[in-house]
């Protein structure tokens, strides 16, 4: 029972472009969603987060989108650079029990 | 200013011996968190401690593996009689009283 899919194995764009990667959920009762940058051999970093009372979440290059509705997030990551070149996850929480429900990740190429 | 902890950074065992993994949570963080990323797959939720604390275990094999974070020192992740099918990256985070969790760079487990 997947709770948070990440229907999108790998994603390649060229540097200066928009990334944008898409994350969906089934679990009404989630609150918290983050989004995890991975590099190989490393622990994921945190990257950005939204509640579920909002609907944006802006840092920087960094964006995050939540449909509600639809149940589905997105992260949006302008302009890209070959350095986010990585495994992003996104992660949903509900607020009981803190722990995070992660999608089975996408893999960000960005050429140069 | 120290992130979250994970030693060993690589574990090999034979089959049927035992497995520590210790995680140091960042300072002035007590929520801890264990995570099981087999090849392939997105993070998969384990076990949830505070302080000499079991909060959820939901994720925990039924046997063979065990938690424990004590009043004093890390938390420890225990496998029993490792097999095979155990062999993957098993990261821990940690946190405050927000939602956002800090991983560690993991520990690569191999059973041989």
């Known amino acids: 029972d997947q709770q948070v899919k990440q229907n999108s194995p790998s994603l390649s764009v060229q540097e200066g472009r928009i990334s944008i990667l898409n994350c969906d959920y089934t679990n009404s009762m989630f609150d918290y969603f983050l989004w995890y940058k991975k590099y190989p051999a490393e622990g994921p970093t945190f990257l950005i987060s939204i509640s579920s009372i909002k609907d944006k979440n802006e840092d920087g290059r960094f964006t995050v989108f939540l449909n509600k509705s639809a149940k589905h997030l997105s992260l949006h990551i302008v302009p890209s650079q070959p350095g986010d070149s990585a495994v992003y996850f996104c992660a949903a929480s509900d607020d009981n029990t803190g722990k995070l429900i992660f999608g089975q990740g996408t893999t960000l190429q960005v050429k140069p | 200013n120290a992130g979250v902890m994970q030693n060993p950074r690589h574990l090999v065992r034979r089959r049927g011996q035992e497995a520590r993994l210790r995680c140091s949570p960042m300072?002035?963080?007590?929520?801890v968190y264990w995570y099981r990323q087999l090849p392939e797959e997105g993070l998969k939720f384990m076990v949830y401690l505070q302080k000499e604390n079991i909060i959820d275990e939901s994720g925990m094999p039924k046997e063979r593996f065990s938690a424990e974070f004590p009043k004093e020192g890390p938390s420890i992740l225990r496998i029993q009689q490792v097999v095979r099918g155990d062999s993957a990256a098993y990261f821990c985070?940690?946190?405050?009283?927000?939602?956002?969790?800090?991983f560690g760079p993991g520990t690569r487990l191999t059973v041989l």
């Open positions: 985070a940690s946190s405050s009283l927000s939602n956002e969790q800090f």
């Open positions: 300072k002035g963080h007590s929520h």
